[in-house]
């Protein structure tokens, strides 16, 4: 067995195979591996199948708006098995006062809907005369002195729809790196959009109107993505699975890995694991780590079907702030969204459950999750107290959060890698969570491999927040 490889690629989720994929097409005579620890790729995404139901373990799509994750579509042909749906036919509610709100998708829409009172939407507003907020902020914090107190339920939606997070402990500076610096540049976040949109309506033409995403997944559930990405690496010669590495160490000629099925060695080491996994196996050979380990929100979701005859709200589904107290974060309406993810005559919903904030939850016994999950959502969408069909998922892998100490953990990786040119790091948690941001920096780590360009170090994207 050939153990001596220009690259090897630690991790074969996501991240790993798009490396494995890109420096493929790039280079094809490179040798290279990817050393996976369980007995199969594809890391966090897991559909699952059961009496007709499709459901996801991990993720459940990604927007369609980012240009690599779409060349990834096309190079492999999944393009041809997306399914998807567009934000702008497919609303989200935010749960306030028991009562579903809808969000428009548009800034417009959202400016004219009654979602907070006039004078606090001049207090909004006045965002363009509020100095930068100092220090490193949470979330919540930085909202409250930009834009006001009305606004934090909303805000605290979509940290618990994006991250299962607790925006009281994310920071800004951490999970929207983007529209700080904007803050920074321009003195008011909104100074800063409203320049950004002119320069890009001036860019395409005055007219052109800007397009919504479209939240994207397969026919066949979300492990199309790693199927499709592995099929053409061969366990034995570029895909070791069942091996766990377990200890890294610098050599004249790169690195050398042990792991359970022996030493490894090369010129390049991509670690595309997890960031926990990561700083553990870095903590090998580095004993000046800023952080030992980042915490991690843990999910579950209880997968709940009913007969055609129940009817749900039309959208994507709805998000519930901690301010409602409610057991559940929110329910995806999964039959709204794709087709076929339900036997013929019914549809499903999945509801999710712990995040954060609530680990005490995921400690229930299945039965009573699911008997608390079904009480909490069936009072808000009138639905019966007999599913025809209930399942409790649980993934493997919990959500990195980008907390206190986040942004100087990732100065140290930058000075790290900047001193390493032949130490690669992506992978869960270190620049984002999405799907979309895996698959960026995963191109840009087989890009400095396979041409040797600089590493990374884009300025911050500005994401738009979509419900
Ligand atoms: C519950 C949940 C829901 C999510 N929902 C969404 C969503 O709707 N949209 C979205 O965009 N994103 C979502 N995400 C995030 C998205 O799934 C991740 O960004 C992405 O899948 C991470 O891929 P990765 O390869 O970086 O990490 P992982 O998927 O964690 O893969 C890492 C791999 O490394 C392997 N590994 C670990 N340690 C070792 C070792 N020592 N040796 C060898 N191999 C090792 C693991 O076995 C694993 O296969 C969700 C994540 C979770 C957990």
Redesign the pocket.
């Known amino acids: 067995m050939n153990t001596h490889f220009h690259t090897l690629i ?8 798009v490396v494995a994929h890109k420096l493929r097409l790039r280079r094809p005579g490179l040798s290279f591996a990817v ?4 007995r199969r ?5 897991t559909t699952h199948r059961d009496k007709g139901y499709l459901s ?8 369609d708006n980012c240009a690599e994750s779409r060349a990834i579509l096309a190079e492999t042909g999944l393009d041809q098995e997306v399914v998807s749906a567009p934000l702008k036919e497919f609303v989200r509610y935010v749960l306030l006062h028991d009562r579903l709100n809808l969000i428009p998708q548009t800034p417009g829409k959202i400016i004219r809907a009654p979602l907070i009172p006039w004078r606090a939407k001049l207090r909004v507003l006045a965002e363009l005369w509020q100095p930068p907020l100092d220090g490193e902020p949470t979330v919540a914090k930085w909202v409250q002195h930009r834009f006001g107190p009305a606004l934090l339920p909303y805000v605290d939606a979509v940290y618990t729809g994006t991250y ?1 997070g607790d925006f009281d402990r994310l920071t800004i500076d951490s999970v929207m790196p983007g529209v700080r610096l904007l803050e920074k540049q321009y003195g008011s976040v909104l100074r800063g959009l409203f320049a950004r949109l002119r320069a890009r309506r001036k860019e395409r033409g005055s007219g052109a109107a800007l397009s919504m995403p479209a939240m994207t997944s397969f026919a066949d559930g979300m492990t199309r993505l790693p199927e499709k990405l592995g099929e053409k690496l061969v366990e034995g010669h570029d895909l070791f699975l069942g ?4 200890h890294l160490a610098r050599t004249s000629g790169g690195w050398r890995l042990d ?1 359970d099925r022996g030493p490894f060695t090369a010129a390049h080491l991509v670690l ?3 960031i926990n ?1 990561a700083l553990r ?1 870095l903590g090998s050979f580095h004993d000046d780590l800023p952080l030992c380990q980042v915490d991690c929100a843990w ?1 579950a ?1 209880v997968v709940l079907g009913f007969p055609d005859s129940v009817t749900l709200p039309p959208g994507f589904g709805y998000l519930a702030p901690e301010v409602e107290q409610r057991f559940a974060l929110g329910a995806l309406f999964t039959s709204n969204m794709f087709p076929g993810r339900a036997p013929a005559g019914h549809r499903v919903i999945e509801v999710l459950v712990g995040g954060r904030r609530h680990p005490e939850r995921l400690e229930l016994d299945d039965d009573t999750l699911a008997a608390r999950a079904l009480a909490d959502v069936a009072a808000i969408l009138h639905l019966p107290r007999r599913p025809a069909y209930c399942t409790v998922l649980r ?1 493997e ?3 990195p959060q980008l907390e206190r100490h986040y942004p100087r953990l990732r100065r140290w990786r930058d000075s790290l890698l900047a001193g390493n040119h032949r130490l690669h790091l ?4 270190w620049d ?7 698959v960026k920096h ?1 191109c840009q780590v087989a890009e400095a491999i396979a041409g040797g360009a600089d590493k990374d170090n884009a300025s911050p994207e500005v994401k738009a927040i979509y419900f």
């Open positions: 630690v991790g074969g989720g996501l991240s790993g195979l050393l996976e620890k369980s790729t594809g890391g966090v995404i996801e373990i991990g993720p459940h799509g990604f927007l299962a091996t766990t590495v377990n792991t595309a694991t997890p996994t196996l999910l979701s993934p892998g919990g959500i992506c992978g869960f948690g984002g969570i999405g799907i979309n941001d895996m995963a």
